[in-house]
């Protein structure tokens, strides 16, 4: 398989991806605004991905409360008590405290005990002296089961069943919090890294019966490619 031959075409830029290179250029000089804060959240190091969410208005809206924000954090670390985790948590409230307007609430889900649901809380020390309590949420891990059915040349394929699927998991490692899935694009990558297929073929879903050729991924959930949830079918010839 020649990975240029079906590597699948796309625009040079489509108009989400506009949008959001139009926050990281731009809104990073913008403070009190929702692009801003976006912008100034996705410089910290350790956070891979983040979306904010706005309810400028005066009713509940999709939970959460009127005049407050909802911050969806992919972190590039493991959530925790490591110190490196809890430093990253101290910058995120010290970042959203001060890109903050005023009058404007943060929010994540939390249980009858007060306790973040999947999310994060932290007292953070203002200028004043005085203690803001900044919540946030984490993007929702969403596995990802997939199927790999590969024809190839016992000669030429020098792979595996184990390094197809690090492969795929690899590949999964680029999806991003509210990116979608494309079979095609792990072909892709399974035909740029093995030499000898001859033909494959990819399925997606986020069951154990994975039949999709595509997949569409919420805004606050992220996917999760585990060794467990794939199967790589060989077929050497």
């Known amino acids: 398989i020649d990975p240029d031959a079906i590597r699948p075409g796309r625009d040079l830029e489509t108009d989400a991806e506009l949008r959001i290179r139009r926050v990281e250029t731009i809104g990073n000089a913008a403070t009190g605004t929702v692009d801003g804060l976006q912008a100034k959240l996705s410089t910290i190091k350790g956070v891979v991905k983040v ?74 020390r203002d200028s004043q002296g005085g203690l803001q309590r900044i919540y946030w949420s984490l993007a929702k891990p969403l596995p990802i089961f997939v199927t790999v059915n590969l024809r190839a040349k016992k000669d030429k394929f020098k792979g595996s069943e184990k390094s197809v699927k690090q492969a795929v998991i690899d590949f999964g490692e ?30 997606i879903g986020t069951g154990s019966s994975p039949s999709a050729q595509s997949l569409e991924i919420e805004r606050r959930e992220v996917p999760i490619f585990k060794v467990e949830n794939i199967t790589a079918n060989l077929d050497l010839i």
């Open 51 to 124: 979306i904010v969410f706005n309810n400028p208005t005066s009713a509940t809206l999709d939970k959460i409360p009127a005049h407050t924000i909802e911050v969806v954090i992919q972190p590039g670390l493991s959530v925790g008590q490591s110190p490196e985790y809890l430093d990253l948590c101290r910058v995120i409230a010290k970042t959203i405290w001060e890109n903050l307007s005023g009058g404007i609430g943060t929010y994540t889900e939390i249980d009858q005990n007060g306790r973040p649901l999947l999310g994060e809380v932290l007292d953070h």
């Open 174 to 203: 680029s999806i991003k919090q509210g990116e979608g899935i494309f079979a095609p694009y792990i072909i892709s990558r399974l035909a740029e890294t093995f030499s000898g297929i001859m033909s494959a073929s990819v399925m």
